[in-house]
């Protein structure tokens, strides 16, 4: 059918308060650009579904998951009542085991990340370049170091063994590069409608008005790292108007803390991705206000799947103190993602955006509840 | 024989720059407290020697290196003369072997790194409290990510896999992690003694006046996140003294960038803990004020080896540009460690650190050359 189907799977803690305020975000987007656009809230995957059914979501979860266009989730996770001896051993794999499900479920290879520090939210560096923060995290979701691969020998003796096995193919290094690649032309192109440029010098002296960072960690895993550099660099070949630089994860750390505003699309593995999209989000913000989402570029009859960085922080669940906007930046986003369904959703998810930026920008900083900030997004959406 | 005897291997790049600075300093610190004290340089490890020799040290470099206490190592790599399209291809993983050859041939299990925001260094958080950022990051520095194991199957085609197995074994995690509760411990006895406290909240209320925070990805990386886990929460149950933690690693990332004055002693696996020690070196002034040593605490017959957590920084060698800094904070850790064998060396230890200091707070932040900062420490030892 025509009508862009949404399934919203609120999960644990925070998440559902904060889905709360993107539902209403959407009911007014449909009215307002009249959306042929509806949604369908699942209970699962989350703990309470788990407590009750002994599984964090139905044995054909992923079937009904993928009759919908896009999958929306608040945040996954519930340690229950922690005692400080016990705490170490409750297994949070059990409540995030669905996430890594959904996004191995329906091939979600690119899982992308932008870190821009904008007006409002907040600055944890002292040098105010940092306001230029301006970056495309793209990490690898589908393999590598999340294989789950491995096992332990001799278990809970003092002669154990444990080996977690890191499978990297030419064939996912292959897309996730290229689509670095892409991004990174993309970028270049909006900057130019905007009338704005940035530019990235080559090793040989060039300027380019867009860069790729390929962040490895060659010098020590040497066989995906080698894998990456070659891909990388046979791949730079076909894209000589995009700047290519490389950088060991350690040192990519530490130079999104001294110069984060060098960086334009960053490249990484799995996990290494992982590290670099959390270390990125609070430089630009926090938690708060970081999107996130896992796409599958390739497949349109599978859903992506939007979900904000952060977890379901059950320390403050419950209590209305979540921050929605990086739900809302987050919902902003998979509108924009369904454009390929119906081209009026980019109009939608532009509105959302600048609405959710337009009052981070006024009251950033400022004590509100999880209700006044939608309240007050919703407010913009309606004037 | 009594006397104790380093073996200095300055390396690359700007290693033998301020290995130079760290050998005045030894000269005037033998003459001041009478060190029974001796140290041979050697031209190896290094690019040159590789060059010549066709291997970057000779085949029984870890005899030789076996019979001296202690070895202060500059620092290690040179990628050769680069174009834009080789460097990503030029092997650093040759001039790097070495490094990970050393640590594994006298067992240096442990990688100490402290992190102190000192007077005079640069501060990149905006938060004020980055000033009393202080902690140790422990790095498990025998095996886990880097045992170097997989391989690469039909390397160069489209159907190519790189596979890399990460290996933990019970009997390292349970060192590192002992290593960590009594560091742990150590550091408040030593606070009691400069009339200093820090208070540490554990989950069910208890005020406690050290902390270990463990890493892992357990949620992600179950095999060896579990064991490290499991070891952890039994040792815990040794050191009711010591607040336990655990974070997984991109959250650990994100809070070094959100409170890393919160944090006392962390244990980190071999490639998690080298992400987080640069992070940690960035956030406490950056690499021209890190020390680092790769220390065997179980076999004293092994010599540790004392590196700053910076690498040989190829765009600045040669020029008398880099900071000595780390390198004679680093010596200072040396000496200190060296009071195993003769305790006057801690004195000297800590009159390099305090003259270093000292330095650090008059001057930082000028641009200085490295000859000017070696001898203004110089001085300060003199007087
Ligand atoms: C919850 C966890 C398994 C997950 C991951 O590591 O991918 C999370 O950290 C994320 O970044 O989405
Ligand atoms: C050079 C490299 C192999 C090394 C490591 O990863 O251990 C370095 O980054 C370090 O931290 O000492």
């Known amino acids: 059918s025509a009508t862009t189907n949404i399934a919203i799977t609120p999960g644990d803690g925070i998440g559902p308060e904060v889905v709360n305020q993107a539902v209403n975000c959407l009911a007014l987007l449909r009215q307002r650009f009249k959306l042929d656009l509806d949604w369908h809230p699942f209970p699962w995957p989350s703990h309470r579904w788990h407590q009750q059914h002994g599984e964090s979501m139905p044995a054909d979860a992923l079937e009904q998951l993928g009759a919908f266009d896009a999958i929306l989730l608040g945040a996954l996770g519930d340690p229950g009542p922690v005692t400080d001896h016990n705490r170490y051993l409750l297994s949070d794999s059990v409540s995030l085991a669905p996430l890594l499900q959904i996004r191995k479920g329906f091939d979600q290879w690119v899982c992308e990340r932008p870190a821009r520090l904008l007006p409002g939210a907040r600055q944890y560096l002292a040098d105010d370049r940092a306001r230029d923060i301006d970056m495309l995290v793209i990490r690898e979701n589908s393999e590598g170091e999340y294989v789950s691969q491995g096992g332990r020998l001799r278990q809970g003796t003092p002669h154990e063994v ?220 309606k004037a």
Request: proline content about 5%.
């Open 162 to 381: 444990a080996t977690q096995i890191e499978v990297f193919t030419h064939f996912a290094s292959e897309r996730i590069i290229r689509y670095g690649f892409e991004q990174a032309r993309a970028r270049a192109i909006r900057r130019q409608q905007h009338h704005q440029t940035r530019q990235f010098q080559t090793l040989d002296g060039r300027v380019c008005d867009s860069q790729v960072c390929l962040v490895t960690k060659r010098n020590a895993l040497r066989y995906w790292g080698d894998l990456y550099t070659e891909v990388f660099e046979r791949m730079s070949l076909e894209y000589p108007d995009v700047a290519t630089h490389h950088e060991l994860v350690d040192a990519a750390c530490m130079k999104f803390v001294q110069s984060p505003w060098a960086f334009d699309v960053v490249v990484a593995s799995n996990l290494q991705g992982d590290i670099l999209t959390d270390l990125a989000a609070v430089l630009s913000g926090g938690m708060g206000v970081a999107p996130s989402c896992n796409l599958n570029p390739t497949d349109p009859t599978m859903p992506s799947m939007f979900e904000p960085t952060h977890g379901s922080a059950p320390d403050i669940a419950g209590q209305g103190l979540a921050d929605p906007t990086a739900m809302l930046f987050t919902t902003a986003r998979m509108l924009d993602w369904l454009a390929h369904k119906d081209p009026i959703m980019a109009a939608a998810g532009l509105a959302l955006f600048e609405a959710t930026a337009a009052d981070l920008a006024q009251h950033g900083g400022k004590r509100r509840s999880t209700a006044e900030i939608g309240a007050a997004v919703c407010a913009r959406l």
